[in-house]
């Protein structure tokens, strides 16, 4: 267990059925927030956070993700021949960002099937996992803080976030009580996919962001589908937690969830008035709707 992070495991072979029609060719990993795809705002976490090696688990039609981190001589060349060159610095960083591997996951089993699908590629240590959708807003990037967490507890780690009413219905949710001597942390003793509202153990649901041990690969092995038909992350870690410490981890920082219509909309408007480029005139711009209205 004492081994160090290493490697960030991306699932991103789902169908992105939520952001239609924009998702039908595109895959939803590429849809953009502000200028960038919201893959690669994962990935530069995951670099911040000292990851070496990306993992990006696909499928059939996303071949769009991996060009995007390859170099792209034809456009390379346009530029430098116009004198370009702040662009393409831009398009060259991006295809020597990281070291990336890619694994298919072949059927739409589950994020759980996704996960296990990097096993051979993780091999036996803990590893990352980032759902691409939830682009999330810190200072100290969320798994860099999740990565600490792990080496001094000794035990994985899920990001959580308190989510109230029937919401919580979309998410996976936790049973446990706070540590004491963390407020951050929450201990595990139970876990459950997206239970009826009645029913969820607590408020505190899972976000896309885990620091796992490499057990869960073993116990991802045994689970059999779950909530929708399909292979859960959540019953893997749940199996694992009959072995091991898990931990909640109410992370520092502001998640957005970029692969719904509302969430994209919302980050847009938070990203866009950070950057210095344009968030003077675009916060000028929203001042004059909000007057309108
Ligand atoms: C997945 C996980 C769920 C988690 C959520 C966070 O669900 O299965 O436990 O709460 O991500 O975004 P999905 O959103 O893929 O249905």
């Known amino acids: 267990m004492s081994q160090r992070v290493r490697t960030a495991v991306f699932p991103a072979g789902g169908l992105g059925t939520r952001f239609l029609p924009a998702t039908k ?4 990993e590429m849809l ?16 911040a956070s000292g990851i070496e090696h990306i993992i990006i688990v696909t499928g059939r039609g996303k071949g769009a993700m991996e060009d995007h981190f390859d170099i792209n001589y034809e456009l390379d060349a346009t530029l430098e021949r116009k004198g370009k060159t702040e662009l393409l610095a831009l398009s060259r960083s991006i295809a020597s960002m990281a070291r990336i591997s890619y694994v298919r996951q072949k059927e739409p089993k589950g994020l759980g099937h996704a996960v296990l699908c990097a096993k051979q590629l993780v091999g036996n240590e803990p590893f ?5 959708d939830d ?4 200072t100290t990037p969320c798994i860099k803080q999740m990565i600490d967490v792990y080496e001094k507890e000794q035990g994985s780690v899920l990001a959580t976030m308190t989510i109230e009413g029937p919401a919580i219905s979309a998410y996976g949710v936790l049973a446990g009580s706070a540590n004491p001597t963390n407020p951050r942390l929450y201990n595990c003793t139970g876990m459950v996919e997206k239970p009826k509202f009645e029913e969820a153990p607590s408020q505190q649901a899972i976000i896309g962001r885990y620091v796992l041990s490499p057990g869960i690969f073993a116990m991802l092995e045994k689970t059999t589908p779950g909530a929708g038909g399909e292979i859960q992350l959540t019953d ?7 072995e091991e410490k898990i931990f909640g981890y109410t992370f520092e920082g502001k998640r957005f969830d970029a692969g719904d219509k509302f969430g994209m909309l919302q980050a847009t408007v938070e990203f866009a008035l950070k950057r ?3 968030g003077d005139r675009f916060r000028a711009y929203l001042k ?6």
Request: overall charge negative; glycine content about 6%.
């Open 25 to 28: 060719v595109i895959p939803k």
């Open 128 to 132: 990352a996992v980032l759902l691409p």
């Open 276 to 278: 210095p480029e344009f």
């Open 236 to 242: 893997g870690i749940l199996a694992l937690l009959k």
């Open 288 to 293: 004059g709707l909000a007057a309108l209205a």
């Open 135 to 138: 682009v999330i807003d810190a």
């Open 32 to 47: 953009a927030l502000v200028d960038k795809p919201i893959l690669q705002y994962g990935v530069e976490e995951a670099i």
